[in-house]
């Protein structure tokens, strides 16, 4: 579904910008990264792991919404955002990057899958190539400021 589709359907909603929302969630975002990489990863812990480096690309991409003045329900929408507002800035590897860690998150909270140690070191290599990418797009929009 396009983005302008879960506007039409109420799982995004348009909001005022929120600059403040915002800067707070990506100082979550890092703080979330910062206790990821602190970790040792294992096979007991690898589906943390994950949802974690989901979670924190997840923040930094609300940041972005709220900035824009939207507000979601919707993970798959974040996703949509990206594309609407941020293509060709963001590559399509890099959105389907990191729509394949949504889905593998949803996986693992709502079907119980199993991850693995691999399957964590993967995701935290995707995490460290994408987090400035999306960094850079909070820069640009002045997040920061």
Known sequence: MRF?????EGSVR????DKNLAKS??????KRIKNIYAEKITDDNSFQIIENCYEAM???????MSVKGYKTYSHEASV???KAFFY?????????KIDRYRILRNDIKYRGLLTTK?????????TKEIMPKLLELAKKEKVFD
């Open 118 to 126: 691999i399957d964590a070191e993967i995701c935290l290599k995707d």
């Open 80 to 82: 949509e955002f990206l």
């Open 88 to 96: 060709p800035q963001l590559d399509t590897s890099t959105i389907n």
């Open 4 to 8: 302008e589709e879960y506007l039409a």
């Open 25 to 30: 969630l990506l100082k979550i975002s890092a």
């Open 58 to 64: 997840r923040e930094i991409i609300d940041a972005l």
């Open 14 to 17: 348009k909001v005022s910008p």
